[in-house]
């Protein structure tokens, strides 16, 4: 909680997200003539691909059938006279893709790269006491192996300073020593002076503790000659730190004054933890001296029904969920994530590898950023590093992802630069690469005599075993020794086979499982607890996302020869963890069980529809059972069940008869597998230990009336443009079981001050859009996320075929946010 201190200051840095339009970007001479889309009001983040008609297409399973396009965003704003003789910037955090900055139609600046902040001076092209236009074109098309989004899809803020300013990113700071009694906050201050002459302003530092109590100040003088920039160092000792741990995420804040004289200061508010990082293969990764493991999920940058728009709510809605799923640990891939999204992992815990590129100098797809690669790599990488550099959760930067370059010795020369640039602007981090053995070499397969058809992925999917052979042949070993010597942990892509191997080979080599199938994780986290050179595992993924469309299905013998994606209209890559709603899958509850972080066992049921049929899961997929009890099929017909637990054996009981006995826990992959008949009623799990102990959980077939429940996230929100409710809506009986059979078209009604921003379900293969009022239940469930466009009520009134609920939340002004009512549900009537 701040205190009055922090409350008060006058901002020099605020939202520039609202009153912006887009359309269709079109050529100079086409734009006039008539018939051309109107502009689009709209506030940012926004994503302008994500309500886009998906077209079948030979190669859209990558993008989940959405098409590119060109975009224009377009806003108006008045500048006063006062301002004149300021400096006027504007930072945005991201712009998929190839951005074009114009003010007042004077093209000022670009960014390829749709992963980067970056910062545009308006001070030369503005006019003052009259409105002035900012034009911003972005696009995307063939660049990207995911869903991308387009437009500006992340924040945007406008900075009004005086000639003497933080410059961009312009306080850094570090925690270098750090014990049990006292902690040292070392703060860098960038100053830049836009004057025609030297000036001298005053830098003030404050330090808060996570109470909003002042620990630490200081203050200094530093003189900037004309033109230029300057960096002031302070270092302020603050008493018996609180530290900054997954488990305890305690924030100090640091409040930097810069004083010009009698003209207000300006001030940044810059939050960051003391922590302590180390690294060896004794201890493995340690985290404040106590060894940590990182349970790791791989997470795209979508948000589901919101398409790539980082709405700040969004991001910390995921990190919520992600850890109360059981994870400690993201890698953003791939991609460095969004300053939200770093935000949200620093307050509530979560560990972040942070990764550059997905590409270096060799394509991927016919125009992704290797077209820019050679001529922006360093100002990307510098960007990355700016923008994580005060954020605790950072603990390591990844410098790609399968780059087929780390197998020769030229690529280990790029991947050399990229390393020492990011050690030269933070040496308190460590460096990995998501490299894929099997990549690294895919040039010189054919001297192993293989051959690769259809596409690395494809490849994947279908060689099974002999990706092991591949990842721990002497030519791998050999090819990719010095780009994994540049590192300070080896990431390996579903390279689990050189675990043991390397631990040999080179035994001061840490390694870090950057990317590995959901369904080995069992076998993975054996060899993590028993070895401290394994650091952690992150599968692949911990939240289903666009794009890559199908690639966790689970096939069947009777469809034909399989895939890597699949036909439309599948949209979403069905191997996350959590569905793209927030919904927990089945694995999810089975890695938590692995983690060692769940007693009770969980019930996971096969469709009887499927009893007979062979199945052919992809690499990517882990069972097709869902956690239900509610079949529509007769009595008596045949059933599949999967149990997962940790206990060595767990009972079966239907309706209070036992089923049987099967072993479980480790020695058998933590499940057992039950072949019986379905009658409706109760199905339950009874995991018994060595000690006679006994944890249960059942399913109920849902029964009575069906009943549409409208579950609220929150009913007290803020009214700005990062806040969202997220409204879970789902068809019950009384007590609460769902009629995950039935489908309902359900519609939403937005009244008051907000907007639907979207609807969705989480079937990978619906074709509803999520910009529309109406959509399908799945599996009994749907998802509708609302968007506050000012303080009072929001009334939301959902339509079932027989049903009407109603819900109100209140949107309050920032900073009045009581605390907010949690899980506000209301029955349908």
């Not at 001076?121 to 098309?141: K, Q």
């Not at 597998?673 to 009874?686: L, M, N, P, Q, S």
Request: glycine content about 8%.
């Amino acid at each position: 909680m701040m205190n009055e201190l922090t409350e008060n200051i006058q901002p020099t840095r605020v939202s520039f997200n609202d009153g912006w339009s887009v359309r269709p970007k079109v050529g100079f001479f086409s734009e006039l003539r008539p018939g051309q889309t109107p502009p689009e009001p709209v506030c940012l983040p926004h994503d302008a691909l994500v309500g886009s008609a998906r077209v079948p297409s030979d190669n859209g399973s990558n993008t989940g059938y959405v098409p590119g396009g060109a975009f224009a965003y377009s806003k108006e704003f008045y500048v006063p006279e006062e301002w004149n003789g300021r400096n006027i910037a504007v930072d945005f955090e991201g712009v998929y893709r190839d951005a074009m900055v114009f003010i007042n139609d004077d093209f000022v600046a670009q960014r390829p790269y749709g992963y980067s902040g970056f910062r545009v001076d308006m001070t030369p092209y503005l006019r003052y006491g009259e409105p002035n236009v900012i034009r911003v074109e972005a696009r995307a098309h063939e660049d990207s192996r995911w869903y991308s989004g387009a437009g500006i899809y992340r924040d945007v803020w406008l900075i009004v300073a005086g000639d003497a300013h933080l410059d961009y990113a312009g306080v850094q700071i570090t925690t270098p020593d750090l014990d049990g009694d006292l902690g040292v906050a070392a703060v860098a201050t960038t100053v830049r002076n836009s004057a025609a002459r030297p000036r001298t302003v005053r830098v003030k530092v404050e330090i808060l503790d996570p109470a909003g109590t002042i620990v630490a100040h200081d203050e200094s003088p530093i003189t900037v000659m004309q033109a230029q920039t300057a960096v002031l160092r302070q270092r302020l000792t603050v008493q018996a730190p609180l530290l900054w741990d997954v488990n305890d995420p305690n924030l100090y804040t640091a409040v930097i004054s810069v004083i010009d004289g009698d003209n207000e200061p300006e001030v940044s508010v810059t939050a960051f933890g003391f922590r302590t990082l180390q690294l060896d293969t004794t201890h493995g990764l340690r985290l404040n001296g106590r060894t940590v493991k990182l349970r790791g999920a791989c997470v795209h940058h979508d948000n589901g029904p919101l398409g790539a728009a980082t709405i700040r709510r969004a991001e910390e809605r995921r990190v919520e969920l992600l850890k109360k799923a059981g994870f400690n640990a993201i890698r953003s891939s791939h991609n460095p994530l969004s300053p939200a999204m770093l935000d949200a992992c620093d307050r509530l815990g979560l560990l972040v590898i942070d990764e550059a590129f997905d590409v270096w100098t060799e394509s991927k797809s016919s125009f992704d950023y290797s077209l820019r690669f050679a001529d922006w790599w360093e100002r990307d990488v510098e960007a990355m590093v700016l923008k994580d550099a005060n954020h605790p959760s950072v603990i390591m930067y990844s410098i790609g992802n399968e780059i087929p370059e780390t197998g020769n010795a030229m690529g280990a020369v790029w991947g050399r630069r990229i390393a020492e640039k990011i050690r030269q602007l933070d040496p308190t981090r460590f460096i990995t690469n998501g490299m894929n053995p099997m990549v690294s070499v895919i040039h010189r397969l054919a001297e192993m005599g293989r051959n690769i058809e259809g596409g690395v992925n494809s490849a994947m999917n279908q060689m099974g075993d002999m990706m092991k052979d591949i990842a721990t042949s002497d030519l791998v070993t050999a090819s990719t020794e010095e780009s994994f010597a540049i590192l300070d942990v080896a990431g390996l892509n579903y390279g689990e086979s050189r675990y043991e191997l390397d631990r040999g080979l080179f035994p001061n080599r840490l390694i870090v499982g950057t990317e590995t199938f959901p369904g080995k994780i069992s076998d993975n986290w054996a060899a993590i607890e028993r070895h401290p050179h394994l650091i952690g595992d992150f599968t692949w993924t911990g939240w289903d996302y666009l794009g890559e469309a199908g690639i966790g299905r689970v096939n069947y013998a009777d469809e034909g020869p399989q895939s890597f994606g699949a036909p439309f209209p599948w949209r979403t890559a069905w191997c996350g963890d959590i569905d793209i709603t927030g919904h927990r899958r089945p694995v999810s509850y089975f890695r938590e069980t692995v983690f060692g972080l769940r007693a009770q066992p969980y019930i996971a049921v096969h469709p009887p529809s499927n009893f007979a049929r062979e199945a052919r899961p992809t690499q990517w997929s882990f069972s097709d059972a869902i956690a239900t009890w509610d079949w529509d099929v007769a009595e008596g017909t045949p059933i599949r069940i999967e149990v997962y637990s940790a206990a060595p054996e767990v009972e079966l009981q239907i309706n209070g008869q036992s089923v049987g006995v099967q072993a479980a826990g480790a020695d058998n992959g933590f499940k057992a597998v039950f072949e019986t008949e379905f009658a409706a009623g109760e199905v339950t799990a009874i995991a018994r230990s060595a000690n006679g102990s006994y944890e249960s959980w059942s399913l109920s077939t849902p029964v009575g009336l069906c009943k549409l429940r409208v579950r609220a996230d929150r009913t007290v929100i803020e009214a700005s443009d990062g806040d969202l409710v997220y409204l879970e809506m789902s068809l019950e009986d009384d007590k609460g079981h769902i009629f995950t059979h039935e489908t309902e078209s359900l519609s939403v009604l937005v009244e008051g001050q907000g907007v639907l921003q979207g609807l969705g379900n989480g079937n990978p293969q619906s074709q509803d859009s999520f910009r529309s009022k109406v959509c399908n239940t799945y599996e009994g469930r749907a998802l509708a996320i609302l968007r506050p466009t000012g303080a009072g009520e929001i009334t939301v009134t959902v339509r079932g075929a027989d049903q009407t609920t109603a819900i109100t939340i209140t949107a309050l002004k920032p900073n009045t946010v009581a605390t907010a009512a949690v899980a506000h549900d209301e029955p349908g009537t």
